[in-house]
């Protein structure tokens, strides 16, 4: 049986970045996410690490494999209309070989010849099931052939519009109308660009620009928050620049960087941070009160938490201390003495879909059910922990409605302890203002969007402990 573990650790792994065999390497990647479970970060990283013993670029391989992660709902429902077939029947190297031969066809922007997109997928599959090779050059002949109308995605229903599953999609579309969710869903097709968050304290953003062209990174400003750049082309080698090493900048998407400038801490203020792994809020709040402050950073992972302590040190930041602890049960903590509590919180991360298409495949209702638990429990044991005139901020990395306004209000009711703090006032001048939104920030939440706001999907609300 083939096992793509197997070949993604042995010198063929080697032999495929060192000749540049970009199109069989992306398929063994593939197979060990869709057929073993694997994690997309993970499985690059496999080939990452071989690629910069031998100086190669793996830009193809990553957009032709995070691409057809992407689009994999939509290809099988493409698929399925031309030739009446299901592909989760097909053996897993048939399946992979031609998803990720229709993505070419159908979703890369590089204009590939119908023979060559037939001709190498069955090369792949004559190496790795023989057995097949007719069927699958038969299968995609049949699609490559189909009239183009039949392979547009905007021809289809939502769900194959945005390549998102019926379950997911639904969650778009409760939250939001159909028609922002779609919008929604398309935005989440292209990922978000990496953003830097650099300390304005340490070097201006005119000065950083230079330097990062200096190694060859192009960056500009931000969408919305003033100390964050916005890289241009790949992210790859950014933690290998000077600036990186000396602690010039952090990578971090500006919608997770207003959540710190939301929290607003001051100098003495005593923060906690409940799930802070790998660090990016805690970093920045250390940095907004001029390190002049007291934060405790909580994680499960002790091995995330080594990140958390990791990024503290190359940003030399003093005023972070960490600890493993499960924030479910937070009773080792003495209550009522935070300035700021933190909660972050495990969520369906819907928001972050256009740079981690696990989630695509992975994320069930069930899934978010179960989730929707954990926050509840983690946010009664972290309530506890914020003094009277303190600050309870609450986001996620979802477009859940229900895990986001829906449990801010489900908290209040339950906590009457607690009033929504407005945000009027608080968002940096560039963030997009519509009566939607004005609304939500006088109830105390914001939610930014990856359509209209350029950034991942998040939501942050800030809560003021009055009793």
Request: proline share 3%; net charge negative; glycine share 6%.
């Given at each position: ?8 650790i ?8 060192e000749n540049k065999c970009?199109r ?9 996410v869709i057929?073993a479970g694997?994690?997309s970060?993970?499985s690059?990283k ?9 100086n190669?670029?793996?830009n193809?391989?990553r957009a032709?494999f ?5 689009y ?6 493409i ?9 989760e029947?097909l053996?897993?190297?048939s399946?992979v070989?031609?998803r ?12 590939i010849p ?5 001709s ?7 190496k790795?099931n023989?057995?097949?090779c ?5 299968l ?6 189909a009239d ?5 995605i905007d021809q289809y229903n939502?769900n194959v519009?945005?390549s ?7 969650i778009?579309?409760?939250?939001y109308?159909?028609e922002k ?6 935005a989440l097709l292209t990922?978000s660009?990496?953003?830097?968050r650099?300390d304005?304290?340490k070097i201006?953003?005119?000065?950083l620009?230079?330097e990062?062209s200096?190694?060859?990174?192009e960056?500009?400003?931000?969408h919305?928050?003033?100390c ?6 790949s992210?790859?080698?950014?933690e ?13 998407n500006e919608?997770?960087q207003?959540a710190?400038?939301?929290?607003s801490p001051?100098?003495g203020?005593?923060i906690l941070?409940?799930c802070?792994?790998p660090?990016?809020k ?5 940095e907004?009160a001029?390190?002049?402050c007291?934060?405790?950073a909580?994680d499960?992972?002790p091995?995330?938490l080594?990140l958390v ?9 003093k005023s ?6 499960d924030s479910?049960?937070l009773s080792?903590?003495?209550d009522g003495v935070y300035?700021i509590?933190l909660?972050d919180?495990p969520?369906?991360g819907?928001g ?14 069930e899934k978010?059910l179960?989730?929707?638990?954990i ?10 922990k914020?003094?009277k005139g303190?600050v ?5 990395c979802t ?7 829906g449990?801010?209000k489900?908290?209040?009711a ?9 945000l009027e ?8 203002l519509?009566k939607?939104r004005?609304?939500?920030?006088a ?6 969007f990856?359509?209209?706001d350029?950034v ?5 609300s800030?809560?003021?402990?009055v009793?």
């Open positions: 049986m083939f096992d793509p573990k197997i070949h993604l042995s010198d063929d792994l080697k032999r495929m970045v970009e069989e390497l992306c398929f063994l990647l593939l197979c060990d057929g694997s994690y970060n993970l690059i496999k080939a990452d690490r071989i690629a910069q013993e031998y190669v670029s793996l193809f391989v032709m995070y691409g057809t992660l992407t994999l709902y939509s290809i099988d429902q698929f399925k209309r031309i030739t009446r077939k299901d592909i029947e053996d897993i190297v399946s070989a031609i990720q031969a229709l993505w070419q066809d159908l979703f890369s922007d590089s204009d119908d023979y060559a997109v037939v190498t997928a069955v090369d792949i599959v004559k790795y023989p057995k097949a007719g069927l699958v050059n038969a995609l002949r049949q699609i490559t052939s183009r109308s039949v392979k547009d939502p519009k945005t998102l599953k019926p379950e997911l999609f639904g778009l579309k409760k939250s109308g159909q969710g779609v919008s929604i869903g398309k990922p660009l990496t953003t830097l650099f304005p304290a201006s953003a005119e000065d620009i230079s990062l200096d190694e060859g990174i960056a500009c400003s931000g919305f928050m003033p964050a750049l916005t890289i241009k082309g992210p790859s080698g950014i290998n620049t000077k600036a990186y090493k000396t602690g010039l900048i952090s990578v971090q919608a997770a207003l710190s400038v939301i929290a001051v100098k203020d005593k941070d409940v802070s792994a660090g990016g805690s970093c920045h709040m250390a907004i001029s390190d002049d007291s934060i405790l909580l499960l992972n091995s995330r080594e302590r990791q990024n503290a040190e190359r940003l030399d930041l972070i201390e960490t600890e493993t602890a479910t049960d080792k903590f003495e300035d509590v909660c919180l969520c369906s819907l972050l879909i256009g740079r981690k298409p696990d989630i695509r495949l992975n994320m069930t209702y978010i179960e989730i929707s638990k926050q509840k429990k983690i946010l009664d044991e972290a309530s506890k914020v003094k303190g309870l901020i609450y986001c996620t477009l859940n409605s229900d895990e986001n306004e449990r801010m489900d908290f209040l339950d906590h009457p302890e607690y009033k929504a703090s407005s006032g608080m968002l940096p001048s560039k963030v997009k519509d939607d004005e609304i939500s920030l109830q105390g939440y914001v939610t930014l990856p359509d209209t350029n991942d999907g998040f939501f942050i800030r809560m003021e402990r009793l």
